[in-house]
């Protein structure tokens, strides 16, 4: 395919500052309805534990059935059923109607719904699957549950990630290999410079759901692809998209994504060690059976929240330190710092996203570095050669 019929701009862009100003109004609401979103689940926790609610929950399914598994699995099912029904006026706010506002979402609420549905589908038999895992443990092995069950979480990780692209990806976009043929040899010379195999170069159809364009690593082992937003394909020059290529080339080049599931695991076993903690010096003393009993799981929760909450910042400046390093090797393999800054432009206008969100926020909040250094980054490049 020609860039003739593509709806390209191949002016140099530069930043629109009319979009700016949507930016950060767009970033303002989205943080305070992941702030909202965040306080509801330590809300709906709490209430349930000082209410009594959750051993009275308890002693209900625990008279309908004698079969821990199924007591569990009741319990568990009312339990996430109050805490979706709680915040879907959150995840409306926050998917559909914020997005839409904004120009940035091409889906319709029903189309949507359906997304919302089947992210909650996986969501649900994920999370069963782990109560289920956490609490059998709990009983079998009390001392060592969190252990196993951080080794369990570690093991289930690299089979969702090895999956993902085939099983779970393709049941929200559509993925193509990408057929532009005189692209495909720019990116194919890319990674045989590098002398790496890559997989796959795959075009996703991102654009059945949003105006915003992305490009990602996927993948482990055999499954392990690039992917392009065809948002991003089609209206981006193909030396720009030959520098987000690269950035991803530059995650597969340096493992990132096997370093992130063990960063990750890393955390989620601290997160575990210390719910662990908190169980066994609160569960006994507020009229719990044991650990193990299923009331506790708002314990469970509390814990877990507030632990992955303060891991949230270490989890992202882990990854800004592993998008720095991508985005130096795409300046290096390319060489060519002003394709890679205008691509930065085109994402900051297109996506509406924020330039500079200021210290504060992208310490605690950003897994990438804000586009106002990504670009800083390009043009100290630039001059340094
Ligand atoms: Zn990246």
């Not at 996430?80 to 959150?90: D, E, H, K, M, R």
């Not at 359906?114 to 092995?141: H, N, Q």
């Not at 993948?219 to 520098?243: A, S």
């Not at 650990?291 to 992202?316: E, F, K, Q, R, S």
Request: no cysteine; aromatic share 8%; glycine share 8%.
């Amino acid at each position: 395919m020609s860039a003739m019929g593509k709806d390209r701009d191949d002016q140099e862009p530069r930043i629109d500052l009319d979009r700016q100003k949507k930016a950060r109004s767009y970033a303002r609401k989205r943080r305070i309805v992941f702030f909202l979103d965040t306080a509801m689940v330590y809300v709906y926790a709490g209430a349930l534990l000082a209410s009594g609610l959750s051993l009275g929950l308890r002693e209900t399914v625990a008279r309908l059935s004698g079969n821990q598994i199924v007591i569990v699995a009741l319990y568990a099912a009312v339990f996430y059923l109050g805490y979706v029904a709680l915040t879907y006026p959150i995840a409306v706010l926050g998917g559909y109607v914020l997005p839409r506002q904004h120009s940035l979402s091409t889906q319709t609420f029903g189309e949507w719904s359906v997304d919302w549905a089947k992210g909650l589908a996986i969501s649900a038999f994920i999370g069963l699957l782990a109560v289920e895992t956490a609490y059998y443990l709990m009983g079998a092995i009390p001392g060592l549950w969190w252990l196993v069950m951080g080794i369990l979480a570690l093991l289930f990780t690299v089979v969702l990630t090895n999956l993902a692209p085939i099983a779970l990806v393709p049941l929200f976009f559509k993925m193509a290999v990408l057929s532009d043929e005189s692209l495909v040899r720019r990116l194919v010379r890319l990674a045989s410079n590098a002398k790496v195999k890559v997989r796959g170069v795959y075009r996703m159809n991102l654009s059945s759901k949003t105006t915003a364009a992305n490009a990602a690593l996927m993948g482990l082992g055999n499954t392990r692809r690039i992917v392009l937003g065809d948002t991003m394909l089609d209206r981006y020059t193909d030396e720009e998209i030959e520098t987000v290529f690269a950035h991803e080339l530059g995650h597969h080049v340096h493992a990132d994504i096997p370093r992130s599931i063990l960063v990750q695991s890393a955390l989620m076993l601290a997160g575990l060690y210390v719910a662990s903690l908190v169980l066994d010096s609160l569960a006994l003393r507020s009229g719990f059976e044991s650990v193990a009993d299923i009331a506790t799981l708002p314990l469970l929760a509390l814990a877990l929240g507030v632990v992955g909450l303060l891991a949230m910042p270490i989890g992202n400046a882990f990854s800004r330190w592993q998008e720095r390093r991508a985005d130096l090797y795409a300046l290096e393999a390319t060489g060519n710092p002003r394709a890679f800054r205008n691509a930065m432009v085109r994402i900051a206008n297109q996506n509406l996203a924020e330039l500079d969100p200021g210290a504060l926020i992208e310490f605690l909040l950003y897994d990438h570095p804000s586009i106002r250094k990504r670009i800083m980054l390009a043009e100290e490049f630039e001059r340094g050669r």
